[in-house]
Every structure is written in C-alpha cells, then in structure tokens.
C-alpha cells in the first residue's frame, strides 16, 4: 500500500470525526450570535462530508480501502469528539480554529508524500482543501480578534 493512500485514511477518519464535531457545536452553540454561528457551522460540516466522500473516492481510485467504520475513524482521527453540552460562541470559534490547523497541516503533509509519489491529482485535490481551510483560518481569526 503506499503511503498517500496510508495518509489519506489518516485524513479520512479525521473528517469523520470533524463532521460529528462540528454538528455538535453547531446544536450547542450559544450566545447573542447563536444564528450567524449555527449557519456558518452547518456550512463548514456541510463542506467537511463533501471531502469526507472525495477523499475516499480517491483513496480507490489509488486502489486501496477507505476506511468505513466509525469504529477505525475513532481510533484512528487525531481530532476528537466532544460532550454534548452548552459552549459559547467563543469557544466555538477557538475550537474550529485549532482543528482547521490541524486539517491544514495534514493536507498539506499528504499533499507531499503525493507529491513525491508524482500523483498529481490527489496534489490539486489537496491544494483546494488547503485554499478552503486558509479563509476558513481568516474568517475565525477576524472573529476572534
Ligand atoms: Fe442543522
């Protein structure tokens, strides 16, 4: 097996997780904002599931297996669930921040690793999602401030 497809599956479980994650915030967000906050998560999971699904489908076009349990994705994603409970607009924000860092980094680690495999296609691929996570870093970044 190669290593993109290796570190594909390692971002596949991450959006796994990411999706849940972000749908809890998105329910259990709260403050004056709550509206704004609420549209802006369901975008953002909404986004997330799109590259959940092409991140897999490219993973067979490699000719190796998505991984297709909650099971792998909970073992496997270095982004974790959360509690469901109450969680301030705030906190909401530090939280989408630090993952999309995460994903950013990872994106642009297995963009390499395809690079150096010459697999150009999972590289445009990766570039786009890296394009998306810096203006979602920019829009949570102006919110914080
Ligand atoms: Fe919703």
Excluded: C
């Excluded at 497809?5 to 809890?24: G, I």
């Amino acid at each position: 097996m190669n290593k993109t497809v290796d570190l594909l599956n390692q971002y596949l479980s991450d959006l796994a997780v990411m999706n849940t994650r972000l749908h809890n915030l998105h329910w259990n967000v709260t403050g004056k904002a709550f509206k704004q906050v609420h549209v802006y998560l369901e975008e953002l999971y909404d986004d997330v599931f799109e590259k959940y699904d092409e991140v897999a489908e490219r993973i067979k076009m490699l000719q190796g297996y998505p991984k297709a349990s909650n099971k792998e994705y909970l073992e496997t994603s270095k982004i974790k669930e959360l509690a469901s409970k109450d969680i301030s607009t705030e906190d909401a924000f530090k939280s989408v921040f630090n993952d999309y860092g995460y994903l950013k980094e990872l994106a642009m680690e297995v963009r390499i690793i395809a690079d150096s495999e010459d697999d150009f296609v999972t590289v445009a691929i990766l570039e786009a999602h890296v394009a998306f996570y810096d203006k979602v870093l920019y829009f949570v970044r102006q919110t914080l401030k």
